[in-house]
């Protein structure tokens, strides 16, 4: 029992110790809020699925609906994480995963087990309504693309690379959410031909 008592001392601390630190989202020299997947979890920032193409993202109490039609693949997303929270300026930006079905209803048909990824960026005013956008389908069963590893993340920034089989391009995805002004950057190129 005292050993138990012990850890939670430690985790309390430990928790103390990050709030006094920053890494709660206060502002640092730039006027950047921090948030990043680990954050988001202390901080309480999480999304659960609405309907077939919504997101409903909880921070600081307060829940926010964000239509994704015009911006994910799937016939229905199944479900979607938050990379990254930035507040910068009076905007928010929200990078985040969302994959889900490529067909309704699921079938044993072309697709009918497929799904389809999107990396989406959207830039929020204080009422939550989306200013800009960017998405990056990373995985899809009706357009041959693949992403090998998927979405990486190292630090504050995310990588992705992504083949498209079918306009044999690679495109390397980058985002920095120390700028998250600048949303989601892309490099394009031919895919390199293997020797047999």
Not at 144 to 161: F, M, Q, W, Y
Request: contains cysteine; hydrophobic residues 35%; charged residues 30%.
């Amino acid at each position: 029992m005292k050993h138990l008592m012990n850890e939670k001392v430690a985790v309390l601390l430990l928790l103390s110790l990050c709030m006094l630190s920053g890494a709660t989202g206060t502002p640092n020299a730039s006027g950047t809020r921090r948030f990043d997947t680990r954050q988001a979890t202390r901080d309480k920032v999480s999304v659960r699925v609405k309907g077939r193409r919504a997101v409903v993202v909880t921070e600081r109490g307060r829940s926010h609906t964000l239509d994704l039609s015009k911006h994910v693949a799937a016939a229905r997303i199944e479900k979607a994480s938050v990379f990254f929270l930035t507040r910068k300026g009076e905007f928010t930006y929200l990078l985040l995963d969302v994959c889900g079905l490529s067909k309704l209803p699921p079938d044993d048909r072309q697709c009918g087990a497929g799904i389809e990824c999107n990396v989406v960026w959207l830039k929020l005013d204080q009422a939550w309504r989306v200013r800009d956008a960017k998405s990056e389908l990373y995985e899809s069963c009706w357009t041959p693309i693949s992403s090998d590893e998927g979405p990486k993340i190292s630090g504050r920034r995310l990588t992705l690379v992504v083949d498209d089989l079918r306009e044999e391009m690679r495109r390397e995805v980058g985002y920095d959410a120390d700028n998250p002004e600048e949303g989601l950057t892309l490099k394009q190129s031919a895919i390199p031909k293997t020797t047999p």
